[in-house]
């Protein structure tokens, strides 16, 4: 990845004001401004590019749009960046004056520094800097087009049957008509209604924040008395509190408390579930709770989908997350963000942590009524074994005004995504899928 990104995430490193988007097919052309600015900005040569000056035009909807280039070491761009604008709904907006780069319907196209030669356009069909369609050069007649969001590649070299400058001045429909049956449009345009028990759910669980504590080995039986999980015996009430594994029983238990009127007892909760490990494994599993984790979200999670849905949810191989939509990720490498292959899912381990962002955001679309268990583990120790060591609860949603937002609940406290990621390089993540409720009560 060119060094330019780095100029251009420093660059939308900014206090985002956000509002509702409109449909993809709603953003207001401005291909007759593109072509206005054609030969003066895409084709010049890259010396009289970059010593212009930034100016603002105005399209025939009387939308702004912020002309200027960002340079880079190698590569420099030139930004056509819509107005952001704020508002209530979709239809009632206004405009902020802020030109981020990143306003839905804003358009970059790269060029090198040296030859002038331009190597990418990017467009942002969503008011999000974390997603947005790419188009590549091919040949004379075609151009490739990458679907990014959150880093990941949801789709990759997309065949588009137009040469890579004509689409300079070309429609962005006119574009999205020639790959729509390709094209995941749903990644775009999220139903904000789908998530209002995740709101809920949310806000619930924030209130109750402030009456709990860290507890190594703590959890809350059914009787609703703290305990510890190893050997079920009563905490001393002066200190009493959860750890992770605690912490998402308390969750659990309230959301199925309003529907059963008890709480889940802890051993059933501890004992395997499906299928993890190895005769090798087997004589280390008491010694160094390998599959701890793994078999206590499991086990929540086959509680609540019996409970919640049916019990034919209540089996591994509804539940568990196993796919994923891409197969490239962007990888923080010092000064670069590389493309790098990415598994997918793997047996007894789950998905490599540095495609969990993009995995969370394309589950939020496909599954609009989950959030997400998840345990944490690492190969380590002698012998090497994987052991998962810590559980969370990631809830992926989109809030009032169509922001992509990820709750994190750990041990007894809620923490951001960005440090529960920074936190766990080179590990993996095993996903269940929890239905999401409004009616919450621990």
């Known amino acids: 990845m060119p060094v330019i990104l780095i100029f251009l995430l420093a660059f939308l490193n900014i206090n985002a004001v956000y509002a509702f988007d409109l449909p993809v097919s709603r953003i207001s052309d401005d291909s007759l401004l593109r072509i206005r600015y054609r030969d003066a900005w895409m084709i010049e040569a890259p010396g009289r590019v970059l010593s212009q000056r930034a100016r603002i035009d105005t399209l025939e909807t009387g939308e702004r749009v912020q002309i200027s280039t960002m340079q880079g070491t190698e590569e420099f761009r030139i930004l056509f960046s819509r107005e952001l604008m704020r508002g209530t709904s979709a239809v009632n907006r206004s405009p902020t004056g802020q030109f981020p780069g990143w306003a839905q319907g804003s358009w970059m196209l790269t060029r090198r520094r040296d030859t002038g030669e331009a190597t990418q356009i990017r467009i942002f069909l969503r008011s999000d800097q974390n997603t947005h369609i790419q188009f590549r050069p091919f040949d004379r007649d075609k151009s490739f087009l990458d679907v990014v969001l959150y880093g990941g590649f949801i789709a990759r070299s997309i065949p588009v049957a137009v040469p890579f400058d004509r689409l300079f001045t070309m429609q962005l429909n006119d574009i999205l008509r020639l790959v729509e049956t390709k094209f995941p449009m749903r990644y775009f345009e999220p139903d904000l209604a789908s998530y209002r028990s995740h709101r809920s759910f949310i806000s619930n669980v924030r209130s109750h924040l402030d009456n709990l504590s860290f507890r190594d080995d703590g959890a809350i039986d059914e009787n609703g008395n703290f305990v510890f999980i190893a050997n079920l015996q009563e905490q001393n009430p002066a200190n009493a509190g959860l750890n992770c594994s605690g912490f998402t029983k308390w969750l659990i238990d309230g959301i199925l408390r309003p529907v059963t009127g008890k709480r ?4 059933p909760l501890k004992a395997p579930f499906g299928q993890r490990g190895s005769s090798f494994t087997a004589n280390w599993e008491e010694s160094r709770d390998v599959f701890f984790g793994l078999d206590w979200i499991r086990n929540l999670a086959s509680e609540a989908n019996k409970t919640l849905r049916s019990p034919a949810y209540s089996v591994l191989e509804e539940f568990e997350v196993r796919n994923d939509n891409f197969s490239i990720v962007l990888v923080n490498q010092g000064r670069n963000f590389n493309a790098q292959s990415y598994p ?9 942590i540095e495609g969990l962002h993009p995995l969370l955001y394309t589950l939020a679309i496909d599954e609009p009524f989950s959030f997400y268990l998840a345990a944490v583990s690492i190969e380590q120790g002698s012998p090497r074994l994987r052991q998962y060591f810590h559980v969370a609860a990631l809830v992926p949603y989109f809030d009032e005004n169509g922001v992509f937002r990820i709750v994190v609940f750990e041990s007894a406290e809620e923490t951001s995504f960005t440090a529960f ?3 766990y390089p080179g590990h993996h993540i095993n996903l ?6 409004s009616r919450f009560d621990p």
């Open 432 to 437: 269940v899928k929890i239905p999401v409720s």
């Open 264 to 267: 889940l007892a802890i051993t």
């Open 421 to 423: 990621r920074n936190r």
């Open 344 to 352: 997918g899912f793997l047996g007894e381990a789950g998905f490599g």
